[in-house]
């Protein structure tokens, strides 16, 4: 692993407790940086030159350390762009990617799959760069998992696997709403999923069908972990609006903030500022401030822009649209803050001295019912799958989503341990079992500087709302060009909810701007060549 990657883990194992922490050597203080210009073309002739030889290098500050910003900045300085700052709000680069130790165990607080291991991902891409895919590691497939009840049942695995194909089936059913349905509907990814089990249950033996409704929507539930947010609140028609992944899904197990290191290793250390959260954005120049915009951060210091890339999570936006932005966000770009989902994924680690499971068959479905999901109130509901941990044989990864999620964050490590001892008890009709000895979570929600973990498709999203996201604010009708852009997960609409779609955001807004200089080089040769006799 390289000292790049060890960097980043104390950075970001600095808030967590001392018994979770494991030593970590130091790294040089300065990183080297990536000499790279690219190639255009003068009077014919091709040199190798930036285009900000021939124009005026514009301020450039980037809202953000997470993917989606240090792509902007990598793709800035490559363009031969130095004149930009890198604000990040908190201690750590990587944003929603958040790699820690828990033992001598790497723990993913944030995202922790690559989805696609295919050279067309640019996240795969970088993790090969990094030298981090020495095999393909691949998630874990619900088939191979075991199946529990809530009277301590495990159903037979025979029939598990008939099931999981047709799962699948009306998962692919449901994918294919967005290209085959000619007119929209409104109608929610659960009543979609609920009735075709329904109609695929009179197909078994009256005897059969209460196993095979608990294995269903127990498969169900658990898309729940990919977009954190009850089913219900999901648009069944736009499930399918982003690009399928059709390869597999592959897990880091040194950790998945180690694919940030070719970016920061050809970012200037000095460009990028910690723990700098941004108070406002005034993005109208007055006859008192022709500057294009002015950025200012919490502790009173200002950074003067011609652009400002903002990269803040959907969650910030919706609840600081009407403070960050001066004037505030109105018209498609407000509508599209507030209508586009935004849910919540915090993870609970369990470590255990003596473990109650063999090392490989650690992963259980909650096989919940029907009925028992739309009883609401108990936190435990927004559970459906509890998973070994890849690499450890005694630390067991829980996600809880949706407004369950939410209530953890006020639980103590205590009050986690009861009740997920509880459950499972429960579950496995052994009550017997352990406590943990130790408990890790995340709080994504109640963290300002992101407030939830993704966005999805709600019920009155549209995919032109994803764009209006991703659409530059223009002072004075546009005539001086873009000035706010906006980049982050949410505002890729194919590949949104993503590391790549973050990736790809970031190389798109960092390349709005080097076009824009482009267009305005040409507008004044143009003008030159029109001025000469």
Same mark, same amino acid.
């Given at each position: 692993?390289?000292?790049?990657?060890k960097?980043?883990?104390?950075r970001?194992?600095?808030i967590?407790?001392k018994?979770?922490?494991?030593? @970590?050597?130091? *790294?040089?203080?300065?990183?080297? &940086?990536?000499?790279?210009?690219?190639?255009i073309?003068?009077?014919?002739?091709?040199?190798?030159?930036?285009?900000?030889?021939? @124009?005026?290098?514009p301020?450039?500050?980037?809202?953000?350390a997470?993917?989606?910003?240090?792509?902007?900045a $990598?793709s800035?300085?490559?363009s031969?762009?130095?004149?930009?700052?890198?604000?990040?709000?908190? /201690?750590?680069? !990587? !944003?929603?990617?958040?790699?820690?130790?828990?033992?001598?165990?790497?723990?993913?607080?944030?995202?922790?799959?690559?989805?696609?291991?295919?050279?067309?991902?640019?996240?795969?891409?970088?993790?090969?760069q990094e030298?981090?895919?020495?095999?393909?590691?691949?998630s874990?497939?619900?088939?191979?998992?075991l199946?529990?009840?809530?009277?301590?049942?495990?159903?037979?695995?025979?029939?598990?696997?008939?099931?999981?194909?047709m799962?699948?089936?009306?998962?692919?059913?449901?994918?294919?709403?967005?290209?085959? #349905?000619s007119?929209?509907s /409104?109608?929610?990814?659960?009543?979609?999923?609920?009735n075709?089990?329904k109609?695929?249950? $009179?197909? +078994?033996?009256?005897?059969?069908?209460y196993?095979i409704?608990?294995?269903?929507?127990?498969?169900?539930?658990?898309?729940?972990?990919?977009?954190?947010?009850?089913?219900?609140?999901?648009?069944?028609?736009?499930?399918?609006?982003s690009?399928?992944?059709t390869?597999?899904? @592959?897990?880091?197990? $040194?950790?998945?903030? =180690?694919?940030?290191?070719?970016? @920061?290793?050809?970012?200037?250390? /000095?460009?990028v500022?910690y723990?700098?959260?941004?108070?406002?954005?005034?993005?109208?120049?007055?006859?008192?401030?022709?500057?294009?915009?002015?950025?200012?951060?919490?502790?009173?210091?200002?950074?003067?822009?011609?652009? *400002?890339?903002?990269?803040?999570?959907?969650?910030?936006?919706?609840t600081?649209?009407?403070?960050?932005?001066?004037?505030?966000?109105?018209?498609?770009?407000?509508?599209?803050?507030?209508?586009?989902?935004?849910?919540?994924? /915090?993870?609970? +680690?369990?470590e255990?001295?003596?473990? +109650?499971?063999?090392?490989?068959?650690? #992963?259980? *479905?909650?096989?919940?019912?029907s009925?028992?999901?739309?009883?609401?109130?108990?936190?435990?509901?927004?559970?459906?799958?509890? =998973?070994? *941990?890849?690499?450890?044989?005694?630390?067991?990864?829980?996600?809880?989503?949706?407004?369950?999620?939410?209530?953890?964050?006020?639980?103590?490590?205590?009050?986690?341990?009861?009740?997920m &001892?509880?459950?499972?008890?429960?579950?496995? !009709?052994?009550?017997?079992?352990?406590?943990?000895?130790n408990?890790?979570?995340?709080?994504?929600?109640?963290?300002?500087?992101?407030? !939830?973990?993704?966005?999805?498709?709600?019920?009155?999203?549209?995919?032109? $709302?994803?764009?209006?996201? =991703?659409?530059?604010l223009?002072?004075?009708n546009?005539?001086?060009?873009?000035?706010?852009? +906006?980049?982050?997960?949410?505002?890729?609409?194919?590949?949104?909810?993503?590391?790549?779609?973050?990736?790809?955001?970031?190389?798109?807004?960092?390349?709005?701007?080097?076009?824009?200089?482009?267009?305005?080089?040409?507008? =004044?040769e143009?003008?030159?060549a029109?001025?000469?006799?």
């Amino acid at each position: 692993m390289k000292d790049i990657i060890k960097h980043f883990f104390k950075r970001q194992l600095s808030i967590y407790p001392k018994h979770y922490q494991k030593p @970590i050597c130091n *790294v040089k203080e300065q990183l080297s &940086t990536a000499k790279c210009q690219n190639e255009i073309s003068v009077k014919g002739e091709n040199v190798s030159k930036s285009i900000w030889d021939f @124009i005026k290098m514009p301020k450039v500050v980037i809202i953000g350390a997470g993917m989606s910003g240090l792509s902007a900045a $990598q793709s800035l300085f490559k363009s031969g762009l130095k004149d930009f700052v890198v604000l990040e709000a908190t /201690n750590r680069p !990587g !944003g929603r990617i958040h790699s820690c130790w828990l033992g001598n165990l790497v723990a993913e607080m944030g995202a922790q799959l690559i989805y696609g291991d295919s050279l067309s991902n640019p996240v795969f891409t970088l993790a090969c760069q990094e030298g981090l895919i020495k095999s393909l590691n691949h998630s874990g497939n619900l088939n191979s998992s075991l199946f529990l009840t809530s009277d301590g049942r495990a159903i037979d695995p025979i029939l598990n696997s008939s099931l999981y194909k047709m799962f699948k089936q009306i998962e692919h059913q449901a994918y294919s709403l967005f290209t085959l #349905n000619s007119s929209q509907s /409104n109608e929610s990814l659960m009543n979609f999923f609920s009735n075709r089990i329904k109609q695929e249950l $009179q197909n +078994f033996p009256e005897n059969q069908r209460y196993d095979i409704a608990r294995v269903m929507f127990g498969l169900t539930n658990t898309i729940r972990n990919r977009w954190g947010v009850d089913l219900a609140q999901m648009s069944a028609y736009h499930y399918g609006c982003s690009v399928k992944n059709t390869n597999s899904n @592959i897990i880091i197990p $040194q950790g998945f903030v =180690g694919i940030l290191a070719p970016l @920061i290793q050809e970012i200037p250390a /000095n460009c990028v500022k910690y723990s700098k959260p941004v108070k406002t954005i005034s993005w109208c120049p007055t006859e008192k401030n022709l500057d294009k915009a002015v950025v200012q951060c919490d502790d009173g210091e200002e950074f003067l822009a011609d652009y *400002v890339i903002v990269t803040v999570s959907l969650g910030v936006l919706k609840t600081q649209f009407d403070k960050l932005f001066t004037p505030a966000l109105s018209g498609e770009k407000l509508e599209a803050v507030k209508k586009l989902g935004y849910g919540c994924i /915090n993870k609970i +680690f369990m470590e255990y001295k003596k473990p +109650f499971w063999v090392e490989g068959e650690g #992963n259980v *479905v909650l096989s919940w019912s029907s009925d028992e999901l739309n009883e609401k109130g108990d936190w435990v509901k927004g559970i459906s799958f509890l =998973g070994e *941990v890849p690499g450890s044989k005694h630390v067991m990864q829980v996600n809880v989503t949706g407004p369950e999620a939410v209530i953890i964050e006020e639980l103590s490590d205590n009050d986690i341990a009861e009740d997920m &001892t509880c459950l499972l008890c429960k579950f496995t !009709g052994d009550l017997t079992l352990p406590y943990p000895s130790n408990i890790l979570k995340t709080k994504w929600s109640s963290d300002p500087y992101f407030v !939830g973990a993704s966005s999805y498709m709600a019920l009155d999203s549209t995919i032109g $709302q994803q764009y209006d996201l =991703g659409m530059p604010l223009c002072p004075n009708n546009g005539e001086a060009g873009p000035v706010i852009l +906006f980049a982050g997960e949410a505002t890729c609409p194919e590949h949104f909810a993503t590391v790549q779609g973050a990736r790809f955001s970031g190389i798109r807004e960092a390349e709005r701007i080097i076009q824009f200089a482009k267009d305005k080089l040409e507008s =004044g040769e143009n003008q030159a060549a029109n001025r000469s006799p």
